[in-house]
């Protein structure tokens, strides 16, 4: 039987400004990135995702970002390994006790936005926010980009690790994705990301936007909360798997 995992980022909104449709995400998917309050997100929000993802048996990430909430975290910026290492502590640390009060726990880790980006093509980046997660859990299972430095980096560490794919996102030939705000990297049509995913998984293979198939271990497929259809499309894709004979379960 093949089962895979449902990932979504979440807890995005800030103060009276809303992203995304968490609630309705919450009912399809089996696991939760949570902002942590540096690229997105605020306590009150922490704590009202938390506890969502908790009623509805979802696994909970903390979702660590570069403190950029004017620009959600997608800008690159340039850090000591030492500050990269606290970043990701501090916000792990907060998501730790904000799932604890909701009666949850935080089971994964997955890196934000630019952090992530940079990390996937920076080895020594990618271990570094690892191993600085790892000291304050050495349980926590740590998601990463298949078959990309971020793995050889969890695989280095003895991490336990999800392996994930992109629904919605283009690939490029080396298996990273393709920048945003350039053609192919966003896949808008539900259906079209639905039958993408679906031959993946069927593959076991990354397909790039070329069509080079890239040989990948597949834990977790990424849902974008914040784009605006984002959750008919998740509903689709679900649909598609299970009609694939694919059972959705947490990793």
Same mark, same amino acid.
């Given at each position: +039987?093949t089962? #895979?995992? &449902?990932?979504a980022?979440?807890?995005?909104?800030?103060g009276?400004w809303?992203?995304?449709?968490? =609630?309705?995400?919450?009912? %399809?998917?089996?696991?939760?990135n949570?902002?942590?309050?540096?690229h997105?997100?605020?306590?009150?929000?922490m704590?009202?995702?938390?506890?969502?993802? #908790?009623k509805?048996?979802?696994?909970?990430?903390?979702h660590p970002?570069?403190?950029?909430?004017q620009?959600?975290?997608r800008?690159k +910026?340039?850090?000591?390994?030492?500050e990269?290492?606290? &970043?990701?502590?501090?916000q792990l640390?907060a998501a730790?006790?904000?799932?604890?009060?909701?009666?949850g726990?935080v089971?994964?880790?997955?890196?934000?936005?630019?952090?992530?980006?940079?990390?996937?093509?920076?080895?020594?980046?990618?271990?570094r926010?690892y191993?600085?997660a790892?000291? #304050?859990?050495?349980?926590l299972?740590? +998601?990463?980009?298949?078959? =990309?430095?971020?793995?050889?980096?969890?695989?280095?560490?003895?991490?336990?690790?999800a392996?994930e794919i992109?629904?919605?996102?283009?690939?490029?030939d080396?298996?990273t994705?393709?920048?945003?705000? =350039?053609?192919?990297?966003?896949? =808008?049509?539900a259906?079209?990301?639905a039958?993408?995913?679906?031959a993946?998984v069927?593959?076991?293979?990354? %397909?790039?936007?070329s069509?080079?198939?890239?040989?990948?271990r597949i834990?977790?497929i990424?849902?974008?909360?914040?784009?605006?259809?984002?959750?008919?499309?998740?509903?689709?894709?679900?649909?598609? &798997?299970?009609?694939?004979? #694919?059972?959705?379960k947490r990793?």
């Open positions: +039987m089962t #895979v995992d &449902l990932n980022d979440m807890g995005e909104s800030f009276p809303k992203m995304g449709d968490d =609630t309705a995400l919450l009912d %399809i998917i089996s696991s939760a949570i902002a942590c309050g540096f997105a997100g605020d306590p009150d929000m704590a009202a995702t938390m506890a969502r993802a #908790v509805n048996d979802v696994g909970i990430g903390a970002g570069f403190p950029d909430l620009g959600f975290g800008r +910026m340039t850090m000591r390994p030492d990269v290492a606290h &970043l990701v502590q501090y640390g730790q006790a904000m799932a604890k009060a909701a009666g726990a089971r994964h880790l997955k890196l934000h936005g630019a952090l992530s980006n940079m990390a996937m093509v920076d080895g020594e980046l990618a271990r926010a191993d600085a790892l000291q #304050v859990d050495p349980d299972i740590i +998601m990463v980009l298949a078959a =990309t430095p971020m793995q050889e980096a969890a695989e280095a560490l003895g991490a336990n690790m392996c992109f629904a919605d996102r283009g690939y490029n080396d298996g994705l393709i920048q945003r705000g =350039t053609p192919g990297a966003m896949i =808008t049509d259906d079209e990301a039958e993408r995913i679906s993946m069927r593959q076991g293979a990354i %397909i790039a936007a069509g080079r198939e890239i040989e990948a834990d977790t990424c849902l974008h909360g914040d784009e605006p259809s984002a959750v008919a499309a998740a509903r689709t894709l679900r649909a598609r &798997l299970e009609s694939d004979g #694919v059972t959705i990793f």
